[in-house]
């Protein structure tokens, strides 16, 4: 279990191994199926937990809790459902190769939904670096690309397999290379050979700031210098928009007025609208609320309209339902668990989710803000979308990944999304990748790692919504139902024959 652990998360790095996603999790699944269900569910949960260390390991440079609680509960998920897929295999063959699909999928479905959402290892990813194959998503979404691949990996399975008869592995090969065929090909008739640009100039700041230098107090105002340096820059170029990363202002704006009133003046001296990433808190009586924000100033040096990050990384950026369950909470681990001070370990922050998406209007265009990973969720992006936005700017501060696979994997994100609503999409990184991307996953500009670089371009307004923006995650939503149905089945039918033996 542990090669073919290894073989998928392969398949998620910044190399073009994507393939190997199409059959990596063929050999658990035979494996699974010989099993009982208690040995088949600690198969499924090794594979998964490996499966999940391989791809994640970075996340222990930002928080090494964090990183053993996401990979811990990750794991349940994938091996949960190779579980009910190994007892309705057990009931019929066709049924439980029938479900698994629905199974998968409708598990990456509910993996986005609550405050422990991290759907940062959805199967769909592991091909963004194909981009031909991936043009089905403006139809069928993430979602619908995993379910795809989930059938090639039953396909896979069951053309290896030696016991079935050469005619029926004949059949399954065919079929597996009949799909990628086809989606290929679709793919290549979606792709414009041209990249169609618009009116609008907007302007990417990646500053490459240090960490220790951003939030030091006495190197806190090179923070300041920098950007505004950068935005004269840009203004060169008489760009619209000028896009600063997630946090570039290591302050508060609009509660301490010094550093407000100098972000309003680099964007009334740079003539183009600034959204910047900054901190805001909002106080309610004696308790406050503190928020990762993006902040609108208007060219005349006006603050516009703040956005509150609404998706926060579970055990990173806060503690899930941290008001209903504040034993989780860091304010009251670090006043107990003094070894958290004493050693210095690294903990999750403790901001809170906002409650409502903002669409950011200038005179050409509006546009929404992905804050960091809120990229990773499709039905998200697709409200935004929905709510009048007209292109999308994701920024972000992938600086606490160092060189790992980390920011490549979340710069595909940024892809998917940009290919599923067939709209233009800045990307904003502190230390790379930033990047201007095409509705078609095009990088049309880029800044690689670790260099400081502003790059510009015209980007298009939306005019038309994708199927998938008119439709949504249907195949998630569809899936997640089945996989509900599946689960009452399974219980009740656990339930009977325990009724019928005694």
Known sequence: MTFWAFILALAYLPLPFGFLAWFALARPLAIVVKLDSKSAFKAAYFYSFMANLFQLYWVAVVTPPGMIAAIFIMSLYPAVILLMFKKLYDRKKLIGMSALPFLWVGMEYFRSLTEFAFPWTDLSYSQGYYLTLIQIVSY??????????IVLNLLAWQTISSGNVLEKRVKCGSIFLAILAAVYAFGWAEFPPMVVEGDMRVAVLQG????STK???ETRD???????????????????LIIWPETAAPCYPRLEKIYGRRLGQTAYNSRAYNL?????VVYYGRDSKTYNSAFQFLPSGQLDNVYHKMKLVPFSEHSPYQDQFPLLSRRFLEKYVRAIRTHDVQWWSDFYPGDSMVIFETEKANYAVLICYESAFPGFVRDAILDGAEFLVNITNDTWFGRSPGPYQHMRFAVFRAIENRVWLARCANSGISALIDPYGREIERAGLYVQSVISGNIKPLSEKSTFTRIGPIVGQVSFYILILAIIY?????????????
């Open 140 to 149: 069928i979404g993430c979602y619908g690309l995993s379910f795809i691949l």
């Open 215 to 217: 939030w030091k107090a």
């Open 276 to 280: 910047i990433g900054g901190l805001d």
């Open 208 to 211: 490459n700031v240090d960490l």
């Open 490 to 502: 399974l219980l009740g039918w656990g339930l009977l024959r325990r009724i019928l033996k005694h």
């Open 222 to 240: 090179y923070n300041f210098v920098l950007y505004d340096s950068l935005a004269m820059a840009a203004a060169e170029d008489s760009v619209d």
